[in-house]
């Protein structure tokens, strides 16, 4: 499998930005998809967003589709998440991760992946 560290993570300003990173290491990063989730204070985990291994799918969470913006350098094997546009419901702690199996927005909805990494915090203050 493959070991996900999260950078990037800080506080900004409602409407500033912000560019999360995730680095990949141990075996082939582009046989997997990669992804991001977030989880907020008291509240459940969810999807944000997802791209496959080529870079030609991708999902977004109806909340952030249109701010947000996942890409990927597999040369690099690192994975992107430009959030533009911050407001203050985007604070949450944000994870990155890694799936080998079929590339299905169902799956990545309901955080059916194999491996996370350890968090990154984003707070966007009013």
């Known amino acids: 499998q493959v070991q996900l560290v999260e950078s990037g993570g800080g506080v900004v300003q409602t409407g500033g930005s912000l560019r999360l990173s995730c680095a990949a290491s141990?075996?082939?990063?582009?046989?997997?998809?990669m992804g991001w989730f977030r989880q907020a204070p008291g509240k459940e985990r969810e999807f944000v967003a997802a791209?496959?291994?080529?870079?030609?799918?991708?999902y977004y969470a109806d909340s952030v589709n249109g701010r947000f913006t996942i890409s990927r350098d597999n040369a690099e094997s690192t994975v992107y998440l430009q959030m533009n546009s911050l407001k203050p419901e985007d604070t949450a702690d944000y994870y990155c991760?890694?799936?080998?199996?079929?590339?299905?927005?169902?799956?990545?909805?309901?955080?059916?992946?194999?491996?996370w990494g350890q968090g990154t915090l984003v707070t966007v203050s009013s």
């Open positions: 991760a890694a799936d080998q199996t079929d590339f299905t927005y169902t799956r990545w909805l309901f955080g059916l992946v194999e491996v």
């Open positions: 141990g075996r082939s990063f582009s046989g997997y998809a």
């Open positions: 791209i496959d291994w080529s870079g030609g799918t991708i």
